[in-house]
């Protein structure tokens, strides 16, 4: 078992900038590929962010590339989400997860939510115009 409890949720202005972690425990972390993940009010889940087991590699969704950048710090089992520039249509409940799984994969697959084995609860993010 995987136990995710994400922070840094909150109110901010449009073009401002929020830092979301994710503290992972209870298995190895470096195990794990990392994803972020929205909802937004009467809309589905969508993938915003993912990282692999090591680092090395990080994929974004279209609608935040080149604004937000996820990252991991394997020795304080915790992964984060840098959101700059935000904009309204940011507002979501931010959902990370974990994936059991270190081999190579492609952009797609982590796209996805069924790889990812583990949720955490969420954190609101609130951008206001």
């Known amino acids: 078992q995987v136990q995710l409890v994400e922070s840094g949720g909150g109110l901010v202005q449009a073009g401002g900038s929020l830092r979301l972690s994710c503290a992972a425990s209870?298995?190895?972390?470096?195990?794990?590929?990392m994803g972020w993940f929205r909802q937004a009010p009467g809309k589905e889940r969508e993938f915003v962010a993912a990282?692999?087991?090591?680092?090395?590699?990080?994929y974004y969704a279209d609608s935040v590339k080149g604004r937000f950048t996820i990252s991991r710090d394997n020795a304080k089992n915790t992964v984060y989400l840098q959101m700059n520039s935000l904009k309204p249509e940011d507002t979501a409940v931010y959902y990370c997860a974990a994936d059991a799984d270190t081999n190579y994969r492609s952009s797609y697959y982590y796209t996805r939510e069924g790889p990812y084995d583990y949720w955490g609860q969420g954190t609101q993010v609130t951008v206001s115009s």
């Open positions: 990282i692999n087991w090591s680092g090395g590699r990080t």
């Open positions: 209870g298995r190895t972390f470096s195990n794990y590929a």
